[in-house]
Structures are given as structure tokens and as C-alpha cells.
């Protein structure tokens, strides 16, 4: 049977070991891959939705499964550092102080295409990154190809940092689902363009730009990136014009020096109470105690904020299965992971944001 959102197909959902996954169980996943079907993976930031990108149908595919824009394209996954050079031409001599930084790991380099590869998206850029997961990696090269995959759910919604999340937005639609348990980044990766004369992030992510300054010296982040407010600033990646990350319940960031900040949660909590809304909150450990009705979660620690960046994706989903009509969340510092942590905050709030 045929849908809008491409054939049914029955889901085969395999457990795998994270650390040393078991050969027999990714090569029925490869298999898939090579016979142009969809796989779904865990990576270190968040579970991801294969193809192999030589075949532009099977790509295709992702597009209709995820409901997503077909102007946005995919990223490239490669399981060794040197496919990026097979995949692109005018590659900067940073390419290669990156990837021997970096890979494997959370940062998407976007180049200037090869010609040979084929991109449905319509588009003479590609963006390559090399997972650290040996799940994800075993998978990449058993298949023998690069998997380009976004993130595995239904477009402008949460992504999945578990496989249960996968399951629940794309059982049906996606041939095999490789549990390899909770992602540890809980964030994409960083989007870092090479093309132009300073490398400019489009993407915060699990590589930080303070990582990336260290290593390049002069690095920009794209204004849309920040995720401030809504600018008109061109999106330089076609994925930043697009809703993102928005769960069923509003969102309304709080953001500011932790004292307001929680005065004014307070404040918000019982205007919307007395409206007769179900209002969840999204703490911190050090700020849970503060509030006394409501739904409150705690997402994290203050203090180390690469735990806020885990549990994000998993709490504001976990609101929406309680059924809240309202989600206010803490606001964070933007320095290191904080920034990603605040650009996915802001979106899911579509820039719904009090400062205090
Ligand atoms: O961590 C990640 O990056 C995850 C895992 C699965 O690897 N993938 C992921 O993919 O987040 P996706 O499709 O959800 O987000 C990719 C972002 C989008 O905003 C897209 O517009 C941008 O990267 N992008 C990808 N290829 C691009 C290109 N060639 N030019 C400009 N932007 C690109
Ligand atoms: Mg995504």
C-alpha cells in the first residue's frame, strides 16, 4: 500500500549492543540500506533516518516519511575521514585540521559538491560528518555507501534522542529501527560552513564554537543561528526557515539572571493556572525547588550544562505525552552548549521569549 507519506512497510525494530554492535544484526540493516530502504540510527547527538545517497529514490523516501520540505537538505554520513574528499571538490586546508580534531564526532562540514553526487535536494553544496557511534559507524560501512540522514522524525517536531521517540513518530513508514539505547549528546551536530572566507556556523551543536575558535582562530555564527529572535537575515541553511523542534504544547522561554528568571516563571505559573491550563516547567536542578504547582521536569544541571543538552528532547516530549497545554522553560547562559541548548529552546518557542 502507497500513502502520502510513502508505502507501509512493517518496522523491524532491532536491539543492538552500543559499544560493540553485533555483525549479524547491522548487516541485515545494510542490507536495507543497499536494497534502497529506510534505516533508522543511533547516533552520539540524535537517532538519524538512512538512505543511501547514491540512490535518489530511496532519499526521496526520507523526504516523504519525515513530511519534510524537499528544499532542505541532508547531511551525509561517512564512517571514514578521508570520504569527505570523494564527496567534495575546493575543500579548504581547514577541512583536514577539523576531521583530525573532531571525527568522529558532532560537526557537519558544508562544502562544495562533487559532481558525481547526486543530491535531490537541487543543490551544489554537501554537508558530510562522521558520527561517534560505533552503531552508526558499523552501519555506514556494511552498507559500503554514505547515509545521508536527517534527524528521524516528523519534520518541525522534537527530534529523537531515544529509539522509542523514532518508533512513535515513524513506525510504519521505515523498514528497520537499530535501538542502540539513549543518545549522550541529546543536541544535532554543528552545522560549520567552509565555503566562505570565515567558517560560519549555521548550526550550534555538540562541537562548540569556542572548540571550533580554538582550533581556526576566527570562526562566525550566522545570525539566524543564535536563534535571538526572528531575523530576516537570509538562511544561509535552507533548514533554518522552516518551524523546528515544536512540540504539541506552546513554549514560552524565560529567559535572564536566574533570580527574575524564576519570579517571573512564578509569575507566568499562576496567571496560567488560574486560566485553567495544564502548565509544565522546564527546571534545573538547582531551581526545581522554586516553584510549588505545576508540572515541573528537571532537564538538568546549571552547572553542567552538556545534561540540559541530553534530556532536552526527551522532556519536552515527555510533556507533550502528559498532555500539558503549556510548557515554560528556564533559559541558560549561551556560552559552550548553552548556545545550541538556547537555539532549540528558542525555536520550539517559535520565538516566544521573555527576557527579565
Ligand atoms: O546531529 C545531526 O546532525 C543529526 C544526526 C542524525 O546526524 N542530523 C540532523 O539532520 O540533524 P537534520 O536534517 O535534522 O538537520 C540538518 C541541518 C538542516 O538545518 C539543514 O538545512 C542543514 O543541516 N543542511 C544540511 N545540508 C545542507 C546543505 N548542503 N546546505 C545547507 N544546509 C544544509
Ligand atoms: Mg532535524
Redesign the pocket.
Known amino acids: 500500500m502507497e500513502t502520502k507519506t510513502g508505502p507501509v512497510v512493517k518496522t523491524q525494530v532491532i536491539t543492538v549492543d552500543r559499544e560493540t554492535p553485533e555483525l549479524y544484526k547491522i548487516r541485515i540493516a545494510a542490507q536495507v540500506i543497499r536494497e534502497g530502504g529506510l534505516v533508522a540510527f543511533p547516533?552520539e547527538?540524535?537517532?538519524?533516518l538512512g538512505a543511501n545517497t547514491f540512490d535518489v529514490r530511496a532519499v526521496l523516501r526520507i523526504f516523504q516519511a519525515k513530511n519534510r520540505p524537499y528544499d532542505?537538505?541532508?547531511?551525509v554520513?561517512v564512517s571514514e575521514k578521508d570520504a569527505v574528499y570523494d564527496l567534495a571538490r575546493e575543500i579548504p586546508d581547514s577541512t583536514e585540521v577539523l576531521t583530525k580534531r573532531f571525527w568522529p564526532g558532532?560537526l557537519?562540514l558544508?562544502l562544495k559538491k562533487a559532481p558525481h553526487v547526486p543530491r535531490p535536494?537541487n543543490?551544489d553544496?554537501?554537508?558530510v560528518?562522521m558520527?561517534d557511534h560505533n552503531v552508526a559507524l558499523a552501519l555506514i560501512a556494511e552498507s559500503g555507501v554514505p547515509i545521508s540522514?536527517?534527524?528521524?522524525n516528523i519534520s518541525g517536531g522534537v527530534?529523537p534522542t531515544t529509539a522509542q521517540h523514532v518508533y512513535q513518530d515513524l513506525a510504519g513508514k521505515i523498514e528497520v529501527l537499530l535501538d542502540g539505547g539513549p543518545c549522550d549528546v541529546g543536541v544535532?551536530?554543528t552545522?560549520l560552513d567552509l565555503t566562505g572566507e570565515v567558517p560560519t556556523i549555521?548550526?550550534p551543536?555538540?562541537i562548540t564554537l569556542e572548540d571550533l575558535r580554538a582550533v581556526l582562530g576566527n570562526v562566525e555564527v550566522h545570525p539566524v543561528a543564535a536563534a535571538a529572535a526572528k531575523t530576516e537575515a537570509e538562511a544561509?541553511?535552507?533548514?533554518?526557515k522552516y518551524k523546528h523542534y515544536s512540540p504539541h504544547a506552546e513554549v514560552i522561554v524565560v529567559e535572564g539572571q536566574v533570580g527574575p528568571m524564576v519570579e517571573k516563571i512564578n509569575q507566568l505559573l499562576n496567571q496560567k493556572i488560574r486560566q485553567g491550563l495544564k502548565v509544565g516547567v522546564m527546571a534545573t536542578e538547582e531551581t526545581a525547588h522554586c516553584y510549588n504547582q505545576g508540572l515541573i521536569k528537571v532537564v538538568g544541571s546549571r552547572r553542567n550544562l552538556g545534561t540540559v543538552a541530553r534530556n532536552l528532547f526527551d522532556v519536552l516530549r515527555a510533556f507533550d505525552e502528559q498532555g500539558v497545554d503549556i510548557i515554560i522553560a528556564e533559559g541558560v547562559v549561551t556560552a559552550e552548549i548553552g548556545l545550541a541548548i538556547m537555539n532549540r529552546l528558542r525555536k520550539s518557542a517559535g520565538f516566544n521569549i521573555v527576557r527579565v
Open positions: 547516533t547527538t540524535v537517532y538519524g532542505n537538505p541532508l547531511i554520513h558532532p557537519t558544508l535536494e543543490i553544496e554537501i554537508t560528518r558520527p540522514a536527517p534527524s528521524a527530534s544535532e551536530s552545522v549555521l548550526r551543536g555538540g544561509r541553511a535552507p533548514g533554518m
